[in-house]
């Protein structure tokens, strides 16, 4: 989003340039560039184009002469529009222009060129480039044009994430730099109270099914269209935007200014002065302004006169009811639609406009009151004309603030350093959050145009943001080793390992399901609110599914042998409310075919439900789980015969069973043989799966090493040796490793001994008086016990 810093001022007071300004909103998580920073630009100044002569070589060109005040150049230029006695941007030899553009002597068909004269692209201004930018002739030839543009065109582009809504207009941005900078937040339009001229009332209808639930709306009489006032066009030039007419300017400049979209309807070209907002019919054909007919469906919310449709809600105005140069009257909507419903519309239609953009992403509902009276204001001001009828304000939605909870403590748990508390109030009154102190941290209110903070995480990583992540201290924890999770990952882990060894192999399939398909399975179903696309509308409810069509390919491609299993999460819920939902881990196998093809050597090995059901035995009797299983027959649904896998306790851990005819048929998976499915319910795993892993610090002491070396009777086992020495101390005694065994051929009774011994103690660095005592026992022990005499090294 293109942000003028000229704008900006209409809100905060503040002294930073352009690159400034964009490096501390990129350190505040907002990503930005410079577009224009006329301040940094030199050799950049006011130029008098004293003559255009016909190039001498070329008929699109033109030579001209260009005085900066002092001097006059000679500048070859190929816009249509320069003209003698213009004031222009004259870039002299050295200039560099926004894109790193540098300027520099030219010769162009033959003529020497000194400098050029430039156009709003080049300049960074906007997109126009089919002729020369022409100033006002007031500015005197040689002033930097830092001082005639600076003021106006300086500007920033913003990456503004999804969930920052807020930040989709001046006066959200606004707020952050007021934060960054310490100043007061300025309300640039003070609204008054609006005095309808008569009592005449605007009809409005929300749909009952929800997708619209605040619509403000007026009228206005005697307005008189035209061109807009010098400052607003300026100002939307500012970022770009062309100026269209007053009435349009005015929507598009309070869109900008404080991110709530508006919509003037000629009020002559509706039916009646009604409004109903409901759903398009199948099919319905509208034309948009952009000149595009549009076919809707059912999912489209629409704005109608009860008669016609005018506008597709939240995305773009209707082409029959656009205001022209002969408007006089006029309806002014204001209203909070669904982001879910406007991003649901505007995707299905490929269709992205400057309004769906912030509905889609969360409007504040009370700002669509403030808007309205700010756009009859200004209308008023610039368009003439007066409010006809008395304010219409259909709302079925809370407009309050709501309130979160921030604990002290778990804002230094997350930060790892503590935040003075001065500091944390600041922020949160910088963002306009009243926060309330209690005894634990504070009571935030949170105003309703930050629809992001929701959860007291959201509001540690606020704090954190303004605070400042630079700020923040970095710290480690010094755990030298990770014990893995005593439940049912680490199981898993083991049993796809153990499931691959027997042949098997993992798939990974898509949660994402059609409809039609899921039906087939008997349970209930999770409808998509957006999904990808129309067969992948539904949440998976087994793994079967996938597993099936796994089997169908490989079949259909040369592979009937098929053993496979997958472990993933399950959807069930009776109705798509959250609260109906439950989701679920889950393991299912499927085999087909042979595990083992016949060859010379042994006779083919079934894949059978036999096969599979010692691979469910072989799993939950393994020593790990140690669950003595029983298989009960059951009735099941598309399973034929099917058993339920009990455990001791009676806890039904599993299925196994043959997928029916029936399915394979109405699924049109290709397969030969019958088709066995085997599933196990992975929360079995914490509960028989547990174990216990030692953990200890690694050791930061010095290790000491010594050297014994014992002669020995050569029927002595060394292992034996070994583990005498390790029962003198285990405390600091690490290690001791037999190094070399030396043996000679005239005395084979005999034989040398090398031990090297490690100590290490886990509290202090070892002195010789520590390990001298242990050596001195180790060798009387050893020499007693085997005999054995220690030798010089």
Not at 246 to 255: C, E, K, Q, Y
Not at 422 to 449: M, Y
Not at 595 to 613: R, T
Not at 652 to 671: E, N, R, Y
Request: charged share 25%; hydrophobic share 35%; aromatic share 8%.
């Amino acid at each position: 989003m293109k942000v003028s810093l000229h704008w900006l001022r209409r809100f905060v007071d503040f002294d930073l340039t352009a690159t400034e300004l964009a490096e501390k909103l990129t350190m505040r998580g907002f990503e930005s560039e410079v577009v224009s920073d006329f301040d940094s630009l030199e050799n950049l100044v006011v130029g008098d184009v004293l003559t255009a002569e016909k190039h001498p070589d070329a008929d699109k060109l033109k030579l001209c002469s260009v005085s900066d005040g002092s001097e006059t150049f000679s500048v070859v230029c190929g816009a249509p529009n320069v003209d003698a006695g213009q004031k222009i941007v004259f870039a002299k030899v050295g200039a560099v222009l926004p894109g790193d553009f540098k300027i520099g002597k030219a010769k162009i068909r033959g003529v020497e060129s000194f400098g050029m004269i430039c156009s709003e692209r080049e300049l960074g201004i906007s997109e126009e480039h089919d002729g020369i930018m022409v100033l006002d002739e007031s500015h005197k030839a040689g002033t930097p044009i830092k001082e005639v543009l600076g003021p106006l065109f300086n500007a920033i582009d913003i990456e503004v994430t999804p969930d920052k809504a807020f930040a989709l207009s001046h006066r959200g941005i606004a707020r952050e730099v007021a934060t960054i900078v310490g100043s007061k937040l300025k309300t640039p339009i003070n609204s008054v109270k609006l005095n309808p001229k008569s009592k005449d009332v605007v009809s409005v209808e929300l749909d009952k099914k929800g997708g619209c639930t605040r619509y403000i709306a007026g009228t206005m009489k005697g307005v008189k269209v035209g061109p807009s006032p010098k400052w607003l066009a300026e100002y939307l030039k500012s970022v770009g935007q062309k100026s269209i007419n007053n009435l349009v300017d005015i929507s598009n400049f309070m869109l900008l200014e404080i991110g709530h979209p508006t919509h003037v309807f000629d009020l002559k070209k509706l039916a009646k002065p009604a409004i109903k907002v409901s759903w398009a019919k199948k099919g319905e054909k509208f034309d948009a302004l952009d000149e595009e007919t549009y076919e809707l469906s059912t999912d489209h919310m629409v704005i109608t006169d009860t008669k016609n449709t005018v506008a597709l809600a939240g995305i773009i105005g209707g082409m029959d009811s656009s205001v022209t140069d002969s408007t006089t009257e006029v309806l002014i909507e204001s209203a909070y639609f669904d982001p879910v419903v406007i991003r649901k519309g505007s995707k299905k239609l490929n269709l992205l406009s400057e309004a769906s953009r912030r509905f889609e992403r969360g409007t504040d509902p009370n700002a669509a009151l403030e808007a309205f009276n700010m756009i009859v204001q200004l209308m008023q001001e610039v368009a003439g004309g007066t409010l006809e009828s008395v304010i219409t304000d259909e709302c079925s939605m809370s407009l309050d603030n709501t309130s979160v909870d921030l604990s002290s403590e778990k804002l230094l748990k997350y930060a790892g350093q503590e935040i003075p508390s001065k500091d944390v109030e600041s922020i949160l009154k910088g963002l306009h959050i009243d926060a309330k102190k209690t005894k634990t941290g504070w009571n935030c209110s949170i105003p309703t145009f930050r629809t992001d903070l929701k959860v007291e995480t959201d509001l540690i990583e606020e704090v954190f943001r303004c605070y400042g992540y630079d700020n923040i201290k970095s710290s480690f924890n010094y755990s030298s080793i990770m014990q893995y999770a005593n439940d049912e990952e680490s199981t898993i882990s083991s049993l796809k390992h153990h499931l691959s060894s027997l042949g098997f192999h993992q798939s990974y399939n898509n949660s994402l399901e059609d409809i039609e398909e899921v039906k087939l399975f008997g349970k209930d179903a999770v409808s998509v609110m957006n999904p990808s696309s129309e067969r992948m509308n539904t949440l998976r409810t087994t793994l079967h599914s996938g597993l099936l069509k796994n089997l169908d390919f490989n079949y259909r491609n040369g592979s009937a042998n098929t053993l496979i299993y997958e472990y993933g999460t399950i959807f069930e819920g009776k109705t798509d409310k959250l609260e109906d939902i439950t989701q679920k881990s889950s393991l299912s196998c499927l085999v087909h075919g042979d595990v083992f093809s016949k060859n010379v050597h042994f006779d083919s090995i079934p894949a059978s439900f036999a096969f599979l059901k010692g691979v469910a035995s072989n799993i939950f009797e393994d020593k790990r789980l140690g669950i003595k299983v029983k298989f009960s027959e059951q009735k099941h649904h598309y399973c034929d015969p099917y058993f339920s896998i009990i455990d001791g306790k009676k806890q039904v851990i599993g299925g196994l069973g043959i997928i029916k005819d029936s399915l394979l048929k109405q699924l049109d998976i290709a397969h030969k043989h019958e088709v066995v499915v085997l599933d196990v319910d992975p929360e079995i795993f914490t509960d028989y799966g547990s174990y216990s892993t030692k953990v200890e610090d690694i050791v930061t002491f010095p290790i000491v090493q010594r050297d014994l070396n014992f002669k020995m009777d050569s029927s002595i086992q060394v292992g034996e040796v070994v583990k005498t020495m390790k029962s003198v101390n285990q405390s600091i005694l690490q290690n001791v490793i037999p190094v070399d065994i030396y043996q000679s051929k005239k005395d084979t009774s005999s034989k040398d001994v090398l031990f090297s011994l490690n100590f290490q103690s886990p509290k202090k660095t070892l002195e010789d008086n520590d390990v001298n005592a242990i050596i001195t026992e180790i060798i009387n022990i050893v020499s007693k016990k085997f005999n054995a005499k220690l030798r010089d090294n």
